[in-house]
């Protein structure tokens, strides 16, 4: 009777999932996204109902097949692989449904079938070796020690202390302390040990007694069997006519020589036991300078113990060479400066290996003669050397240090043996305000990798995105945009929200439960609650948030009305809006109201665009009106519409003459473009302002370019292309198949369904 009454509670709860994700839950909106939590909460309460959700849910995946309920799918998919991965043990039966409904998906388009993919080469390998997927996330995301699976996973939140309120900023800082407090090293080997046991023998497994066993042990004994678990359970895993009963065989030897110092007539056996997912790698930073993004990448890595002195490292960071630019590249043209070079192209002066002896002094005259004597040398930074980029990766195969490479633009060491054994996963927190940063530091970051290949061979880059709109900005922020809502702040959010249901019950719904929780009055034992809802939705959406939406990276090229100044050059990702500058002196205040009394407000503009057909066909227009500004939008309205391309609304002034006098009228022109110059005929000033920032606004401008920002490597790559064949249009050669623009992709639960 107890069974009946928790399987009709479990399945009341998915139900009330599904209706949620119609809209038609009648819970406030602000409480979206807590049965989820509340759910798989339940489970960790009472690991033994894992298996009742997981056989609830693989009939209503069934059910919502039958009934061409796709929206369903990915929700209820993602919701099963989470317990499945936590669960103590699961039937092979059941792990078998869940693997044939996976290879079903992979009939439908995207992102079914490549959601069904991934997870069905997943359970595979969890079927041949149960505690594959629970072990390999442990082991990842707590960078333990592992020769078998040496990958290493961190989540890195970003938050603008401009966009953010300080309680915000605080409270979240509150929760990632003390989501990082009740776990150790040592309590992760011992969960994985004991997950790994009780998936492969189920009640077999003594699961208390196994638990004070490893208690009762030092910690390099722990570290022994920790890694004996790992190495039977990856072999398993990788074998080609892997046994289920022999990965069983194997871990219960194992499970008895861990048992083994133990005191005899101990306790029968007690049952399966949760090991709930620790809380993972969580780092908080505030985001005060443009390179600290890249930074924050380098250090993790190369880990601060293993490349110089705490106390140095932050300077050699600031002094890095940060002019990695394309010198042939005219998105992407700077300055360059020269660096000091410490190599005096001498072969005999190069540094020996470490396995030869250098011979003393004098027994070699030609070395003694080719020694140059009173140079200046400079003492290079761990960051500028090559031998420190080099070892930043352990990877087999990497020349050595001394062997330097001669010609310019070739990588310290063959790429192709280089594994990406780190993932960073940068979790956004603001609106989109803090993308637009995000756009600016990911195009630097490319540019960088281009010129110098570090972190792309070695590092798995994800971004997420969560939005949170304070109700106090900074004054600095807020000033000129008060009339921006929360809405209009957040229009990626919106769209990530209509694309993905699972993303919009999940996600969207901490724009306003984190502002509401941050000025909640703190517990004295708040450091000592387990359940943080933020911590463990933020765990939960870089755990299987895993398909991307790629948004168009925009450039902007701004000419001023000083013949002296320098054209600047941005990027921008969600909007450009311009607006007439106001006049400064009072003879340019006196003309300006003669003008707009004869022409009407605002200024004359000359708008040259390619128009977007549906064809693709390039269409070239120009047209001239009078305006007093515009607003180019790179999301659109309409998840269905393309996101590479611009919707410019100019507002037109129309002048009208009539009996009464001459009257002017306010008109909205739009347009699809994607690339279009705007120029002030009258050299009248304008203001342009990037990304909804008052920080990013650019004055007395008087004509721009916009284009889709390109991929900085193929400008690099075109730009060689072209030295050969000066007379080629069309891409050629490598280029042919390198992506050309530069797309932002943000992680979402399920991506664009179609």
Not at 356 to 365: A, F, I
Request: glycine content about 6%; proline content about 7%.
């Amino acid at each position: 009777m107890e069974s009946t009454e928790v399987e009709s509670d479990i399945l009341r709860r998915v139900r009330t999932l599904l209706r949620e994700l119609d809209g038609h839950h009648p819970a406030c909106q602000c409480d979206r996204g807590m049965l989820r939590w509340t759910l798989h909460k339940k489970i960790d309460q009472n690991p033994s109902d894992s298996s009742v959700l997981v056989r609830i849910l693989v009939k209503e995946l069934e059910r919502a097949e039958r009934g061409d309920f796709r929206h369903y799918i990915i929700p209820l998919l993602h919701t099963l692989m989470y317990t499945l991965i936590q669960a103590p043990c699961v039937s092979d039966e059941l792990c078998g449904r869940v693997y044939d409904f996976c290879k079903k998906l992979l009939t439908l388009p995207k992102p079914f079938c490549t959601i069904g993919l991934d997870y069905a080469a997943r359970l595979k390998m969890e079927r041949a070796a149960p505690g594959t997927l629970y072990q390999r996330m442990v082991i990842s995301e707590q960078s333990l020690k592992s020769d078998p699976y040496p990958y290493q996973e961190k989540i890195f939140i970003f938050a603008d202390p401009e966009l953010l309120s300080e309680a915000i900023c605080n409270a979240l800082v509150t929760d990632t302390e003390a989501a990082q407090v009740s776990q150790s090293p040592r309590a992760c080997m011992c969960s994985v040990i004991i997950h790994a046991m009780q998936a492969a023998l189920g009640e077999g497994c003594d699961s208390s007694g196994l638990k004070a066993s490893l208690q009762d042990m030092p910690l390099s004994e722990v570290e022994h069997w920790f890694q004996q678990v790992v190495a039977a359970v990856e072999s398993a895993g990788h074998e080609a006519s892997a046994d289920r009963g022999q990965h069983a065989a194997r871990l219960g030897k194992i499970h008895q020589d861990v048992l083994s110092s133990l005191q005899a007539g101990n306790a029968p056996l007690g049952g399966l036991q949760g090991t709930p997912l620790p809380n993972p790698n969580i780092s908080f930073h505030l985001w005060t300078e443009d390179e600290q993004l890249w930074k924050e990448l380098v250090l993790f890595i190369r880990p601060v113990a293993q490349s110089c002195e705490p106390e140095c490292l932050s300077q050699e960071l600031d002094t890095f060479e940060t002019q990695d630019i394309l010198s042939g590249c005219e998105c992407c043209r700077q300055p360059r400066f020269s660096v000091l070079s410490t190599d005096s192209g001498i072969e005999r002066d190069l540094p020996l290996p470490a396995e030869e002896s250098l011979p003393p002094c004098g027994t070699d005259p030609e070395h003694s003669r080719l020694h140059r004597k009173g140079g200046i040398k400079k003492k290079p930074s761990p960051l500028e050397s090559v031998a420190f980029l080099q070892a930043g990766c352990n990877a087999a195969g990497l020349k050595p240090p001394g062997k330097l490479q001669r010609r310019p633009g070739t990588p310290p060491g063959p790429a192709a043996l280089l594994q990406r054994l780190h993932t960073a996963r940068i979790l956004l927190l603001g609106d989109d305000r803090v993308l637009g940063r995000l756009a600016q530091a990911y195009h630097s970051l490319r540019k960088r990798e281009t010129r110098r290949a570090f972190l792309t061979p070695r590092l798995n880059l994800q971004f997420y995105y969560i939005p949170v709109v304070a109700e106090q900005p900074s004054t600095s922020v807020r000033l000129g945009w008060a009339a921006l809502g929360q809405e209009e702040l957040c229009e990626v959010a919106t769209y990530l929200g209509r694309a993905d249901p699972w993303y919009e019950s999940n996600i969207n719904t901490l724009c306003h439960m984190i502002p509401k929780l941050a000025t909640m009055p703190s517990s004295p034992s708040k450091h000592l609650v387990t359940d943080l809802f933020i911590t463990d939705v933020i765990a939960y959406y870089a755990r299987m948030g895993s398909q991307p939406v790629c948004f168009q990276v925009y450039a902007v090229k701004m000419f001023f009305n000083d013949p002296a100044q320098e054209p600047a050059e941005d990027v921008f990702l969600t909007e450009l809006r311009t607006q007439v500058q106001a006049s400064t002196s009072p003879r340019e205040l006196s003309l300006t109201k003669k003008k707009a009394a004869l022409d009407g407000p605002g200024i004359d503009l000359t708008v040259t665009y390619t128009k977007v057909v549906v064809s693709d066909r390039a269409k070239e227009l120009a047209l001239a009106l009078r305006s007093t500004g515009l607003v180019m939008k790179a999301i659109p309205a309409d998840e269905a519409e393309d996101l590479e391309c611009l919707n410019v609304t100019i507002t037109e002034i129309i002048r009208i003459n009539n009996l009464s006098g001459r009257s002017f009228s306010a008109v909205a022109n739009r347009l699809r473009t994607q690339h279009i110059t705007i120029r002030s005929t009258e050299q009248r000033p304008f203001t342009v302002c990037l990304d909804k920032d008052s920080r990013r606004t650019f004055r007395n401008v008087i004509s721009m370019e916009v284009s889709p920002c390109l991929e900085p490597s193929y400008c690099l790559q075109k730009t060689r292309t072209t030295k050969f064949s000066l007379h080629e249009t069309e891409d050629v050669g490598l280029v042919k198949y390198m992506p050309k623009s530069l797309l932002l992709p943000i992680n979402t639960f399920a991506g664009v369904i179609q």
